[in-house]
């Protein structure tokens, strides 16, 4: 098992991808996968030798990050999480086994750091959707010190990687399946994170009924958005169907970056109505 350490201070190094293998991916994620190909679907001659990544006998790697907390006196948090190989992802059951090449988590990780956290509560419940191999959740573990935070995934492989992960690095926080539109979400959570979770236009409505459904009155709920099949308006589009106001973080290319969704007041509904009449 080979070892990747990143700076997330270095963002734009190591980051050009070659565009044939990611539109690879991008079509792996919208592929049926309960079939193997058959030898006359498989392209022995692919020059990025995507076929072959099934013979990889060394298939995992480690992903370690270091932060430095804003708050006073700072504290370092290192985290340590092990997935396959990013150039594997196509050939992957599920999705959350990986850390992708995109940088909303990074993106979520910066915006995490920034963000006050409460110095007193026990009650402030933080809920992360579509966890994967868990960098953001146990980032997000680390900063909500004195609450609780639950970390979930629809896939099981997925999630005894991700139990796997947070006993790495000792993180408090609970590991469950969560499997939208199926799984009962209970109106407890005063912030729900999302990284890189859209791939298909069908998951958004599915995503923001299990948002709706969780968040406490004054909740919020935050999405590190990456660029993929699905464009950004489209999500924006079904927040306004269900009452919720939005703001981003910072200027980002139609619309990756990391925004911030909050159930409209009444006042602001009525107003709405207002302007709409």
């Known amino acids: 098992m080979k070892s990747c350490c990143f700076n997330p201070s270095r963002l734009n190094v190591d980051r050009k991808v070659d565009e044939t293998i990611m539109s690879k991916y991008e079509e792996w994620i919208e592929a049926d996968h309960t079939s193997k190909p058959t030898s006359e679907e498989r392209d022995d001659t692919d020059p990025e030798g995507i076929s072959n990544l099934f013979l990889d006998d060394d298939p995992l790697d480690t992903f370690e990050y270091?932060?430095?907390t804003l708050e006073v006196p700072q504290r370092e948090v290192t985290l340590s999480v092990v997935g396959h190989?990013?150039?594997?992802?196509?050939t992957l059951s599920s999705t959350?086994?990986?850390?992708?090449r995109s940088r909303a988590a990074e993106y979520m990780n910066e915006y995490l750091l920034k963000r006050p956290w409460p110095s007193t509560s026990s009650s402030y419940n933080a809920l992360e959707l579509g966890s994967g191999i868990g960098l953001n959740g146990l980032l997000l573990s680390f900063l909500n010190v004195n609450g609780s935070?639950?970390?979930?995934?629809?896939?099981?492989?997925?999630?005894?990687?991700?139990?796997?992960?947070?006993q790495r690095n000792k993180g408090g926080c609970e590991v469950r399946q969560l499997r939208w539109g199926v799984d009962e979400v209970k109106k407890e959570w005063d912030l729900i994170i999302a990284s890189d979770v859209i791939y298909v236009p069908n998951v958004v409505p599915l995503l923001f009924d299990v948002v709706t459904a969780g968040l406490r009155e004054g909740g919020e709920f935050v999405l590190a958005y990456a660029r993929r099949n699905v464009k950004f308006e489209l999500v924006l589009e079904e927040a306004e169907r269900r009452g919720m106001a939005w703001e981003a973080?910072?200027?980002?290319?139609e619309g990756e970056n990391v925004w911030v969704f909050s159930m409209k007041s009444e006042l602001e509904v009525e107003v709405k109505a207002d302007d709409n009449g």
């Open 66 to 68: 270091r932060y430095k």
């Open 85 to 90: 190989k990013q150039e594997n992802g196509q």
């Open 96 to 100: 959350g086994l990986t850390l992708w």
């Open 149 to 166: 935070t639950t970390l979930t995934d629809g896939d099981t492989e997925t999630l005894k990687n991700l139990e796997e992960n947070v």
């Open 249 to 253: 973080q910072e200027s980002g290319v």
